[in-house]
Protein backbone atom coordinates (compact mmCIF):
# COMPACT_ATOMS: atom_id res chain seq x y z
CA UNK A 1 0.00 0.00 0.00
CA UNK A 2 0.96 3.82 -0.71
CA UNK A 3 1.42 5.97 2.25
CA UNK A 4 0.84 9.89 2.43
CA UNK A 5 1.46 12.12 5.59
CA UNK A 6 0.68 15.36 6.93
CA UNK A 7 2.58 17.11 9.83
CA UNK A 8 1.79 20.42 11.47
CA UNK A 9 2.03 22.13 14.53
CA UNK A 10 -1.11 23.80 16.36
CA UNK A 11 -0.72 26.94 18.64
CA UNK A 12 -3.60 25.04 21.32
CA UNK A 13 -3.55 23.06 23.95
CA UNK A 14 -3.84 18.82 22.52
CA UNK A 15 -7.25 18.90 24.28
CA UNK A 16 -9.04 21.51 22.15
CA UNK A 17 -7.58 20.04 19.15
CA UNK A 18 -8.48 16.13 19.88
CA UNK A 19 -12.12 17.27 20.96
CA UNK A 20 -12.72 19.15 17.57
CA UNK A 21 -11.47 16.45 15.27
CA UNK A 22 -13.96 13.82 17.85
CA UNK A 23 -16.76 15.25 15.97
CA UNK A 24 -18.40 15.01 12.63
CA UNK A 25 -18.81 18.94 13.13
CA UNK A 26 -14.52 18.80 12.62
CA UNK A 27 -14.67 16.46 9.83
CA UNK A 28 -17.62 18.95 7.63
CA UNK A 29 -15.39 22.02 8.98
CA UNK A 30 -12.37 20.44 7.33
CA UNK A 31 -13.48 19.59 4.47
CA UNK A 32 -12.46 21.73 1.53
CA UNK A 33 -15.65 22.91 0.04
CA UNK A 34 -14.33 21.87 -3.09
CA UNK A 35 -14.84 18.01 -1.98
CA UNK A 36 -19.12 19.00 -2.22
CA UNK A 37 -19.19 16.30 1.22
CA UNK A 38 -22.15 15.69 2.08
CA UNK A 39 -22.62 13.54 5.70
CA UNK A 40 -25.86 11.02 4.97
CA UNK A 41 -25.86 9.48 8.38
CA UNK A 42 -24.07 8.94 11.69
CA UNK A 43 -24.12 5.79 13.70
CA UNK A 44 -22.32 5.36 17.16
CA UNK A 45 -21.12 1.71 18.29
CA UNK A 46 -24.21 0.88 19.74
CA UNK A 47 -26.38 2.03 16.33
CA UNK A 48 -27.31 5.42 18.14
CA UNK A 49 -28.00 8.60 16.23
CA UNK A 50 -25.79 11.41 15.24
CA UNK A 51 -23.85 10.68 18.15
CA UNK A 52 -21.61 13.39 19.77
CA UNK A 53 -18.42 12.17 19.94
CA UNK A 54 -17.20 9.61 17.11
CA UNK A 55 -15.87 6.56 19.17
CA UNK A 56 -14.56 3.17 18.20
CA UNK A 57 -17.14 1.68 16.55
CA UNK A 58 -18.97 4.86 15.22
CA UNK A 59 -19.56 4.84 11.38
CA UNK A 60 -20.43 8.27 9.21
CA UNK A 61 -22.41 7.19 5.78
CA UNK A 62 -21.07 10.16 3.26
CA UNK A 63 -20.93 11.26 -0.23
CA UNK A 64 -18.71 13.59 -2.19
CA UNK A 65 -18.70 14.87 -5.78
CA UNK A 66 -15.06 16.60 -6.39
CA UNK A 67 -15.43 20.20 -7.75
CA UNK A 68 -19.07 19.27 -9.20
CA UNK A 69 -17.80 17.20 -11.83
CA UNK A 70 -18.83 13.39 -11.94
CA UNK A 71 -21.88 11.61 -10.05
CA UNK A 72 -21.44 11.99 -6.68
CA UNK A 73 -19.43 9.29 -4.62
CA UNK A 74 -20.78 7.16 -1.64
CA UNK A 75 -18.59 5.43 1.28
CA UNK A 76 -18.61 4.46 4.56
CA UNK A 77 -16.23 5.37 6.94
CA UNK A 78 -15.78 3.68 10.30
CA UNK A 79 -14.17 4.56 13.11
CA UNK A 80 -11.63 1.30 14.19
CA UNK A 81 -9.71 2.55 16.81
CA UNK A 82 -9.31 5.21 19.26
CA UNK A 83 -6.73 5.74 22.21
CA UNK A 84 -6.06 8.25 24.22
CA UNK A 85 -3.04 8.82 26.31
CA UNK A 86 -1.01 11.36 28.60
CA UNK A 87 0.28 13.66 26.19
CA UNK A 88 -1.51 11.64 22.60
CA UNK A 89 -4.14 10.91 21.29
CA UNK A 90 -5.21 8.91 18.26
CA UNK A 91 -8.14 7.47 16.13
CA UNK A 92 -8.37 5.56 12.51
CA UNK A 93 -10.78 4.88 9.84
CA UNK A 94 -11.36 2.95 7.40
CA UNK A 95 -13.18 3.39 4.08
CA UNK A 96 -16.10 1.09 3.18
CA UNK A 97 -17.07 0.98 -0.50
CA UNK A 98 -15.56 3.90 -1.34
CA UNK A 99 -13.71 5.15 -4.43
CA UNK A 100 -10.09 3.03 -3.20
CA UNK A 101 -10.07 -0.18 -2.88
CA UNK A 102 -8.13 0.24 0.64
CA UNK A 103 -7.81 2.75 2.83
CA UNK A 104 -7.02 3.53 6.41
CA UNK A 105 -6.32 6.94 7.64
CA UNK A 106 -4.66 7.56 11.30
CA UNK A 107 -5.14 10.77 12.96
CA UNK A 108 -2.29 11.46 15.50
CA UNK A 109 -2.77 14.24 17.93
CA UNK A 110 0.76 15.01 20.34
CA UNK A 111 0.92 17.94 23.12
CA UNK A 112 3.67 19.79 23.20
CA UNK A 113 3.88 22.51 26.05
CA UNK A 114 0.64 24.17 24.99
CA UNK A 115 0.92 23.53 21.56
CA UNK A 116 -0.28 20.06 19.98
CA UNK A 117 1.54 18.32 16.91
CA UNK A 118 -1.41 17.25 14.45
CA UNK A 119 -0.23 14.29 12.23
CA UNK A 120 -2.08 12.55 9.05
CA UNK A 121 -1.09 9.14 8.17
CA UNK A 122 -3.12 7.87 5.18
CA UNK A 123 -2.27 3.70 3.52
CA UNK A 124 -4.25 3.46 0.77
CA UNK A 125 -4.33 1.21 -2.51
CA UNK A 126 -6.22 2.71 -5.41
CA UNK A 127 -8.71 0.63 -7.49
CA UNK A 128 -7.55 -1.32 -10.91
CA UNK A 129 -5.29 -3.35 -9.04
CA UNK A 130 -1.31 -3.34 -10.88
CA UNK A 131 -2.64 0.02 -13.05
CA UNK A 132 -3.64 1.17 -9.38
CA UNK A 133 -0.56 0.17 -7.86
CA UNK A 134 1.00 1.97 -10.60
CA UNK A 135 -0.58 5.33 -10.41
CA UNK A 136 -0.51 5.84 -6.42
CA UNK A 137 2.14 7.98 -5.87
CA UNK A 138 0.35 10.43 -8.36
CA UNK A 139 -2.51 10.34 -5.93
CA UNK A 140 -0.40 12.81 -4.01
CA UNK A 141 -1.64 15.94 -6.31
CA UNK A 142 -5.63 15.52 -4.96
CA UNK A 143 -3.78 14.69 -1.38
CA UNK A 144 -1.51 17.44 -0.49
CA UNK A 145 -4.25 20.50 -1.62
CA UNK A 146 -7.02 18.37 0.55
CA UNK A 147 -4.84 17.94 3.69
CA UNK A 148 -3.18 21.11 3.20
CA UNK A 149 -5.89 23.01 3.63
CA UNK A 150 -7.49 21.14 6.28
CA UNK A 151 -4.26 21.72 8.63
CA UNK A 152 -4.85 25.26 7.94
CA UNK A 153 -8.11 25.30 8.84
CA UNK A 154 -7.46 23.32 11.87
CA UNK A 155 -4.44 26.36 12.79
CA UNK A 156 -7.24 29.12 11.34
CA UNK A 157 -10.05 27.72 13.88
CA UNK A 158 -8.13 26.77 17.02
CA UNK A 159 -5.13 28.90 17.18
Given at each position: ???????????????E????????S???T??????N????????????R???????????R???R??????????????????????S???R?????????????????????????????????????P?????????????????????????????
Open positions: MATYSRRTRIDAPLSVWDFHSRVGLTLTPQWMLRIEAVRGPKGDDPEKLEQGSQIMSAPFGVGPRREWTSRIVAREEGAGAMFDDMVGGPFESWVHTHRFFADGGETILEDEVEYELPCGVGRAASPFAVVGFEPMFRERHRRTRALLE
